[in-house]
């Protein structure tokens, strides 16, 4: 990341400074050929990200279930039930590792670990700061949606070597949706890069920072930017198979869809990869419509509520709460919808978010070549 | 041109144009699979098995296999005392063990001929109506699951469980009760319990309107449920449908007011049949939407009820309850409404015994679920979960 960019921000750089420094000081070092450095920090995140999803991911989503149903949810281990995922995590160690005796024995393995690299891949080029990305791609949108479809790879691999009807089921149905719901994705993403002029993330939040706060967010740069945010919103669930659209594991159709056949910690990879994915598309969101770290605050002339509140550090803090804030969304619908049958989840994706999604397409490069 | 038309379905399209033969599309066909679904899956509500042929997604034919709960109910009968039959009943339909005492209760009393005193009939109505809305609200809830919505469920889960209490509190058991006796009632019930069920119908009065609303004003609920599982009347009719299934298809027919037994034809109340204006006629929504009717219903049976209910004055609940049970020679059929339908026993007495000869249990989800293959047929996945969940079965009914 180029420094000069970061120039224009009066925000205190010691911290972003001093952790470029490091990270120029580390590529200096080589580790098996690799840059030891760029490891390093690719993997921060993926670590922090890690953790999230196992402890606070599913903790959050089986305590925000339990209010929402009007019951306690975990209470028994630690302080209200804190530490009920690392009990659970045990748990799954310990438990055997079946693989069926029909199963194909390869592509049964292979897939949870492509399935979980698919989700995190994404992660490198996700800038979780002014001063922290994995790797600054000047055309990291366009990776990003690229490498959450190898995902559909490993869920096919996972449903069909299960040699399980549910799961193949289950495996077909992901791949379909999968597949579909790419397109109004994308095209809703694409609104996001027009009105950025750019592919590259950290250059799209970067254009989202002001004074102003949250009134330089995509979201409010034009009276149609917030139809190709909805659209990625309701397409960015079915492409995590999270509720409405989750008919690939529908658990009252398909048992569980394709990963009816897992157990132990491969039955885990397959569950951090989900909430991997939630916060992937999360964050994917919040940068492209909700300027990323930016701090939404504005500044109200004396009281600089901006500038105080930017900087390295506090742009991890937003990135993160915004991507919090996705993620409680996605729990709230999933605990308050019923599921979609398979044809009218592809309805919803042909004939009404692809159309809507070209629209917003079109007017959105109408305003942005003849309203400056 | 001949071998063209008889050959395999599917595998090759073809269309006429005058008298020549047109191949539109070759290697078309797929080859159909053998689904089991159950006996444990999700949504098969206990240990039912549907074998399902499918092609794609799609049910070419669903066939129910049953009898992984057989518990040989009729064969017990035969070797226990009347009175003893009546635990035996309540573990038939688990949900509704009341309404399944009362059927039998009142079907030895018919075969016996004595008079009920008249406090004992308006419990016995008023903790069958209970639980017909405990029933109803474990129905409604796990059609939610069903489709996919967990919530709704744990709502009705939390008001279900007051019923249950209140039952507890009348009976000494959640579920399985042996409180309606032959001829009379174990207990008089508690000082208290009038006024809190007075209190529990106040509550859930708005409660039951909430429920119903949080699935029937849900986009996705309906869309999932209308027009699907069609039945026909008279269709329904013919396979002995009973209960909200066949009120779903519009018959209203309710042996309450049909057949009408206890005190039924003293209270007011309703019952209600699909308009076609909520959904299609005979279709899950309306079968949802009758039980979600019901309910209100069966409070306004409760507050009738304990308007009405004699003074506690002099009260034996056990004061009609024959000593010994020794019917005339005889045979006997006796029915009740149940929550998911017409519950029959058939008793048979041969004069001499203090055990029936033949004790046989008409269950209303076993004749409700007969019609599965018709109501499967070029179904997606997806909508044979919808119809079983609408058929609402317990499997402790069908199995017996």
């Known amino acids: 990341m180029s420094t000069t960019a970061l120039s224009q ?37 993926l670590v922090f990200i890690a953790l999230y999803s196992l402890t606070y991911g599913v903790y959050g989503e089986r305590k925000i279930s339990a209010f929402m149903q009007d019951r306690l949810g975990p209470m028994e281990v630690g302080k209200w039930g804190i530490l009920q ?90 791949v379909a949706q999968i597949v579909s719901y790419e397109i109004p994705a994308a095209i809703a993403l694409l609104c996001g890069a027009m009105m950025a002029g750019t592919l590259d993330m950290q250059k799209i939040t970067m254009l989202q920072s002001g004074t102003y706060g949250f009134a330089h967010f995509y979201l409010f740069h034009s009276p149609i930017a917030w139809l190709p945010f909805l659209i990625y919103f309701i397409a960015s669930l079915a492409e995590v198979n999270r509720a409405p659209f989750d008919i690939p594991e529908a ?12 157990s132990g910690m491969k039955f885990a990879v397959i569950f951090l990869a989900e909430y991997g994915s ?90 942005e070549i003849y309203i400056p | ?64 296999c049953l009898g992984y709960l057989h518990r040989c109910f009729e064969k017990c009968c035969e070797n226990v005392d009347y009175p003893a039959v009546v635990p035996y009943t309540d573990r038939l339909d688990y949900l509704a063990g009341m309404n399944s005492e009362f059927a039998y209760a009142i079907t030895v009393e018919k075969l016996l001929d004595i008079e009920i005193p008249r406090r ?63 001829g009379g009632l174990a207990y008089d019930v508690p000082a208290d319990f009038l006024t809190r069920v007075k209190e529990f119908v106040n509550y859930f009065r708005p409660k039951a309107l909430e429920l119903c609303n949080l699935l029937t004003e849900n986009e996705i609920f309906v869309k999932r449920t209308w027009g699907i599982g069609i039945m026909p009347a008279d269709v329904a009719i013919n396979y002995g449908w009973s209960g909200p299934m066949l009120r779903g298809s519009g018959v209203k027919w309710d042996l309450r007011r049909n057949d009408p037994y206890s005190i039924y034809p003293e209270l007011d109340f309703k019952v209600p049949v699909p308009d076609g204006k909520h959904s299609v006629i005979g279709d899950c929504l309306s079968r949802h939407l009758v039980r979600a009717w019901e309910m209100d219903e069966s409070l306004k049976i409760i507050e009738q009820c304990i308007d009405k209910m004699p003074s506690a004055e002099g009260f034996n609940p056990r004061s009609a309850i024959p000593k010994r049970i020794r019917p005339k020679a005889g045979e006997v059929y006796g029915r009740a409404e149940n929550p998911r339908g017409e519950l ?42 919808a119809i079983i969940g609408s058929i609402d079965i317990v499997l402790g009914e069908v199995d017996r």
């Open chain 1, 9 to 45: 921000f009066s925000i205190p750089f010691l911290m972003g400074n001093s952790l470029n420094a490091w990270s120029e000081a580390l590529a200096g070092f080589y580790l098996f050929g690799l840059p030891l450095g760029l490891v390093i920090i690719a993997a921060i995140p």
């Open chain 1, 85 to 174: 995922t690392i009990a659970d995590i045990l748990k799954l160690l310990q438990k055997e590792d079946i693989v069926p005796a029909s199963a194909d024995k390869f592509l049964f393995v292979v897939g949870p670990g492509i399935l979980f690299v698919g989700s995190f891949l994404a992660f490198a080029v996700l800038p979780f700061s002014p001063a922290f990305i994995g790797a600054n791609l000047n055309v990291g949108l366009f990776y990003a949606l690229g490498i959450v479809a190898i995902e559909v790879v490993g869920i096919l691999a996972a449903g069909w070597g299960s040699n399980n009807k549910w799961s193949l089921y289950g495996a077909v149905r992901s």
């Open chain 1, 251 to 262: 658990e009252s159709e398909l048992v569980a869809g394709y990963f009816t056949e897992y």
């Open chain 1, 278 to 367: 939630m916060f992937m598309v999360s964050a994917i969101i919040s940068i492209v419509f909700l300027g990323g770290w930016n701090s939404p605050l504005p500044n109200l002339g004396a009281i600089a509520l901006n500038d105080w509140t930017s900087g390295p550090v506090w742009g991890a803090f937003w990135i993160i709460s915004k991507g919090f804030f996705f993620i409680f969304i996605q729990m709230w619908l999933r605990w308050t919808l019923p599921r979609l049958r398979v044809d009218q989840l592809m309805y919803l994706c042909w004939k009404v978010l692809t159309p809507f999604a070209f629209v917003s397409f079109v007017l959105t490069a109408i305003w």
């Open chain 2, 1 to 64: 041109m001949q071998e063209l038309d008889t050959a395999v379905p599917g595998s090759v399209r073809v269309t006429r144009q005058s008298d020549k033969v047109v191949i539109i599309e070759k290697d078309l066909a797929t080859e159909q699979m053998v689904l089991a679904m159950g006996p444990q899956h999700p949504s098969t509500h206990g240990v039912l098995k549907l074998e399902c042929l499918t092609d794609g997604e799609v049910i070419t034919e669903a066939e129910p």
């Open chain 2, 120 to 182: 004992v009939e308006f419990i016995r109505v008023i903790v069958a109506e209970l639980n017909r809305i405990a029933s109803h609200l474990v129905a409604i809830g796990t059609y939610g699951i069903d489709l996919g919505a967990f919530t709704p469920f744990l709502f009705c889960f939390r008001d279900r469980e007051i019923i249950l209490g209140l039952l507890e509190w009348a009976s000494g058991a959640r579920m399985l009760y042996n409180y309606i006796w032959v």
């Open chain 2, 344 to 385: 029959g026993f058939y008793i048979e007495s041969d004069g001499k015994s203090t055990k029936p000869v033949r004790c046989k249990a008409r269950s209303s989800c076993f004749v409700n679920l007969s019609a599965m293959k018709d109501l499967s047929k070029g179904q997606l996945i997806p909508d044979l979960v």
